[in-house]
C-alpha cells in the first residue's frame, strides 16, 4: 500500500509496477483471515500519513488536518491477499487526548463502505481504549453518517450487554465495562428509552422482554464484522488513569 500520488494515471501504472511496498507503513498489530491493521506513527512516518489524510479530503468534506500530523497515530485497516494488502479504511487518534477521544478523524472508502468494515474501525478503536485502561468517545461534532454508525454500535454493545446481565448495573458499571463514556451511554440509553432521571441520577429501566424487542430491530442488528480480541497484538502504551467515567467528572477531579 503506496499512498503517493504521481499525477496520471501513467505514471501512476507505472510507479505501481516499480513500487515494492506491498504494505503500509508501521506495525501490523491485527491479522485475522484477510484482515489486518496497521499503527502508524506519524512521527516516524510524516509523509505517509499526510498522503493518507489527503486521500481522506477528497471524502470529507470537514476534513482539514493534513500537515501538522505528529500528534496523531494512524490506524489503517487492509484487505490481505497474494498481492499485499489494499487500504480499506483508518482512524486517527491523537497520541494524548485529556478529552479522552479515541477517534479524531475515521474513513472508509467508498468501495468498501456497507460491508461492516466502518463498525470494525469502531470497535477497534474502543478495544485499544480498553487495553489502554482508558474510556473513548470520537471527536464532535460527528458527520450525520458518523452519528448514526456510533449510536447504532453504542445501542449494540449496550443492549447486548444488558441481555446478559442480572439484576441492578449502573452507568459507571457499564462505562467501565465497555471504555465508552458515561455522557455516551446516557444519551444512548435515553434514545432508547430505557433509563431515567431520579433523585439526581440515572437509573436503568428495563425488561429482558424490552432488550429482546431492541435487539431484533433493524437498527441494532450485530455488526457485520467484529474484532477477535486475541488477534489484537496490542497493550497498554499511556498510564492508567484513576478516573475511567465521563470528561465532565474528570474535570471535576
Keep these: 500500500v ?74 489503517v485497516l487492509c484487505e ?76 449494540w454493545v449496550l443492549l447486548d450487554l444488558l441481555r446478559d446481565l442480572h439484576g441492578t448495573v449502573s452507568i459507571k458499571e457499564l462505562s467501565n465495562m465497555t471504555s465508552i463514556t458515561e455522557d455516551d451511554i446516557i444519551s444512548t440509553l435515553q434514545m432508547l428509552n430505557i433509563v431515567k432521571y431520579w433523585k439526581g441520577q440515572h437509573i436503568i429501566c428495563v425488561t429482558p422482554k424490552q432488550v429482546e424487542e431492541h435487539l431484533r430491530s433493524s437498527n441494532y442488528r450485530p455488526p457485520i464484522l467484529t474484532v477477535h480480541q486475541e488477534s489484537l497484538k496490542w497493550y497498554q502504551k499511556t498510564p492508567k488513569r484513576g478516573n475511567r467515567s465521563s470528561k465532565k467528572q474528570k474535570s471535576n477531579d
Design 80 to 155: 490481505v491477499d497474494k498481492e499485499g494488502s489494499h487500504l480499506v479504511g483508518y482512524f486517527s487518534k491523537e497520541r494524548h487526548s485529556p478529552d479522552f477521544h479515541n477517534v479524531a478523524c475515521i474513513l472508509t472508502l467508498p468501495p468498501f463502505q456497507r460491508k461492516g468494515y466502518g463498525k470494525f474501525l469502531i470497535q477497534f478503536s474502543y478495544e485499544l481504549s480498553k487495553r489502554d485502561g482508558q474510556v473513548g468517545t470520537p471527536e464532535k461534532p460527528l458527520s450525520d453518517l458518523g452519528k448514526l454508525s456510533y449510536r447504532s454500535y453504542w445501542s
Design 2 to 75: 503506496s499512498t503517493q500520488s504521481t499525477g496520471s494515471s501513467g505514471i501512476n501504472a507505472e510507479y505501481g509496477a516499480k513500487c515494492e511496498q506491498r504494505t503500509p507503513a508501521g506495525t501490523e498489530i491485527y491479522r485475522y483471515g484477510s484482515i489486518a491493521v496497521y499503527e502508524i506513527d506519524a512521527v516516524e512516518h510524516k509523509v505517509y500519513c499526510q498522503n493518507l489524510c489527503l486521500l481522506a479530503k477528497l471524502f470529507l468534506d470537514h476534513k482539514t488536518l493534513y500537515f501538522d500530523i505528529e500528534p496523531f497515530i494512524m490506524y
